[in-house]
């Protein structure tokens, strides 16, 4: 029996690299976490839909190990909210440090407003670790 696993979006900002484009701590062991158990795709407006931008991106800032990881990381495409590459026929979470009001808003239409989870890696640096 196939299990299906649920999907999971990062944002790069605020979620992958913290303010000051530092990466974020616990990042390897998180990615590999993640990548284990969801469907993980980018949700970012940055390079939206090209991989390789993102990893070209990302590799000025992280470790090959890490570059390895994200590198397994599928993209999606949006005009102008993230939610446009949201698949709401399946169970989610989104990682993300903010969103706009029209996306939180599409959230509650869709009933699934606590499936956004909010990182705060200023106030809590330890934040994908937990």
Not at 34 to 56: A, D, P, Q
Not at 104 to 111: A, I, M, Q, Y
Not at 112 to 119: C, G
């Amino acid at each position: 029996m196939k299990v299906l696993r649920e999907n999971l979006y990062l944002d790069i900002d605020g979620v992958i690299l913290t303010k000051g484009v530092t990466p974020a701590l616990h990042l390897n062991k998180f990615l590999m976490f993640v990548l284990k158990h969801y469907s993980v795709f980018w949700l970012t407006s940055k390079y939206r839909g090209n991989s390789k931008e993102i990893i070209k991106y990302l590799s000025l800032f992280l470790i090959p190990d890490v570059i390895f990881l994200i590198e397994q990381i599928k993209t999606t495409s949006f005009d102008l909210d993230k939610t446009e590459a949201i698949d709401f026929s399946k169970n989610f979470f989104w990682l993300d440090d903010e969103l706009f009001d029209s996306e939180k808003n599409t959230l509650r239409e869709h009933d699934v407003y606590d499936s956004w989870i909010e990182l705060d890696l200023i106030k809590n640096p330890d934040q994908l670790n937990d």
